[in-house]
């Protein structure tokens, strides 16, 4: 079974607003990560937040962690059509870094 | 570098039918890992490897078996493909003591 799930939503955002998507999961981690899927590739890491850190910062993007609420939060401020892609959140629910992932959240940047 | 590589890039087969995907990192790293993406859900893990020499299950590993050839190169294996296994899968691996796992462009598997 899935330990992460985001909420299934798809966003439809104008360029240059912010997009925020979410996360919860289901196990206690140490550490939670972000990946970017265009379509029809394959994932890239975005940004990881460790169990001990309630928020981060990469760029444009913003990630926290409330460990309390199992939940996570990714938000891209001043989104671009290139963050046009399926945003998944990822946990290490098993170890030895075997990640379990969300169904993952779809983003369309509207130029 | 090229990173994580896959080959193939599609195939089709037939229930019944066996086929080996392979996967190879030219990044040194240890860990290397095999996941499936089915429409609409997020990536589930098949077989990993920490190791050389090394492998084990994942969520996900009835109807696959997967060898560690050596550290650059990790295959899976569908010793009689089911229309169930029709699916994306993706190699990745990361570096010992890194979380980070780099991920190849995927194999679009379809079996009728």
């Known amino acids: 079974s899935q330990q992460g799930e985001e909420d299934p939503q798809a966003l439809s955002i104008q360029e240059g607003e912010n997009a925020t998507m979410n996360c919860s999961y289901k196990?206690?981690?140490?550490?939670l990560q972000w990946y970017r899927q265009n379509s029809g590739r394959g994932l890239v890491h975005l940004i990881l937040?460790?169990?001990?850190?309630r928020e981060k910062h990469s760029g444009r993007l913003r990630v926290t962690l409330d460990t309390s609420k199992k939940s996570s939060s990714l938000l891209i401020t001043a989104s671009r059509a290139a963050d046009t892609a399926s945003y998944f959140c990822?946990?290490?629910?098993?170890?030895?870094?075997?990640?379990?992932f969300g169904k993952g959240n779809q983003v369309v940047v509207i130029p | 570098n090229a990173g994580v590589t896959q080959t193939p890039k599609f195939q089709v087969l037939k229930t019944g039918q066996s086929m080996t995907l392979q996967c190879a990192q030219d990044?040194?790293?240890?860990?290397m890992y095999w996941y499936r993406q089915d429409p609409g859900m997020g990536l589930r893990l098949i077989y990993y490897?920490?190791?050389?020499?090394?492998?084990d299950k994942g969520e996900v590993p009835n109807g696959y078996n997967v060898s560690r050839l050596n550290k650059r190169e990790f295959s899976l294996r569908l010793e009689s493909a089911a229309p169930s296994q029709t699916s994306v899968y993706f190699c990745?691996?990361?570096?010992?003591?890194?979380?980070?796992?780099?991920f190849g462009p995927g194999t679009r598997l379809l079996v009728l």
């Open positions: 990822a946990t290490d629910a098993w170890g030895n870094n075997r990640l379990a």
């Open positions: 196990t206690s981690i140490n550490n």
């Open positions: 937040i460790r169990s001990n850190e």
């Open positions: 990044m040194n790293h240890n860990s």
């Open positions: 490897s920490a190791s050389e020499g090394t492998t």
């Open positions: 990745a691996s990361n570096r010992q003591g890194l979380e980070t796992q780099y």
